[in-house]
T-cell receptor
Framework: EPEVTQTPSHQVTQMGQEVILRCVPI?????FYWYRQILGQKVEFLVS????????KSEIFDDQFSVERPDGSNFTLKIRSTKLEDSAMYFC???????????FGEGSRLTVL | RKEVEQDPGPFNVPEGATVAFNCTYS??????FFWYRQDCRKEPKLLMS???SGNEDGRFTAQLNRASQYISLLIRDSKLSDSATYLC???????????FGAGTRLFVKA
């Protein structure tokens, strides 16, 4: 069964460092998402990506964040200068059409020290 | 009103019990709704989709009340393995983001 894959599963970084989280969405999917979940809190929308551009972003997704789909298969989330409060689980998700369910990857746990 | 609001948990029930969760949403134009299940420190996984008045899958029944803007999830004959957080999910009509409720935690005890 096709699945969304994310790497790394866990990354530990120092405050102020740049981090890139990688995702490979399901191959025939057209809509891509990043969500964040701080430990013990809700799943929060960060950004959606469609047709090679950001389609919507939340207030959380400030200038420190960026997304890219560099080669038609990978979908990356970059955090330019990490802060302690960026420590969270980051989930990538994709879906084939505008409606329908989201398929999630297993997540990348980011720990900022 | 929050975009998606769920019953605060946790719910503690014995095996075999029937338990119901409610979720209210603010956007009256929303057309589709989902219940996801999330185990501790894992990704959310789809439990049920709700496109019309409701849906049933084995022990799980989801009902939609558009007039009152709420969705419910009923779990019959609870199993220990049903212990998880249940997330109500509402795609944003006219936009791309999909909003998650804060989740309702269920503990099923032997």
């Amino acid at each position: 069964e096709p699945e969304v894959t994310q790497t790394p599963s866990h990354q530990v970084t120092q405050m102020g460092q740049e981090v890139i989280l990688r995702c490979v969405p399901i191959s025939n999917h057209l809509y891509f998402y990043w969500y964040r979940q701080i430990l013990g809190q809700k799943v929060e929308f960060l950004v959606s990506f469609y047709n090679n551009e950001i389609s919507e972003k939340s207030e959380i997704f400030d200038d420190q964040f960026s997304v890219e789909r560099p080669d038609g298969s990978n979908f990356t989330l970059k955090i330019r200068s990490t802060k302690l409060e960026d420590s969270a689980m980051y989930f990538c998700a994709s879906k084939p059409g505008y409606t329908g369910e989201l398929f999630f990857g297993e997540g990348s746990r980011l720990t900022v020290l | 009103r929050k975009e998606v609001e769920q019953d605060p948990g946790p719910f503690n029930v014995p095996e075999g019990a029937t338990v119901a969760f409610n979720c209210t949403y603010s956007n009256s134009a929303s057309q589709s709704f989902f219940w996801y299940r999330q185990d501790c420190r894992k990704e959310p996984k789809l439990l049920m989709s709700v496109y019309s008045s409701g849906n049933e899958d084995g022990r799980f029944t989801a009902q939609l009340n558009r007039a009152s803007q709420y969705i419910s999830l009923l779990i019959r004959d609870s199993k220990l393995s049903d212990s998880a957080t249940y997330l109500c999910v509402v795609p944003h009509t006219g936009g791309f983001k999909t909003i998650f409720g804060a989740g309702t935690r269920l503990f099923v005890k032997a």
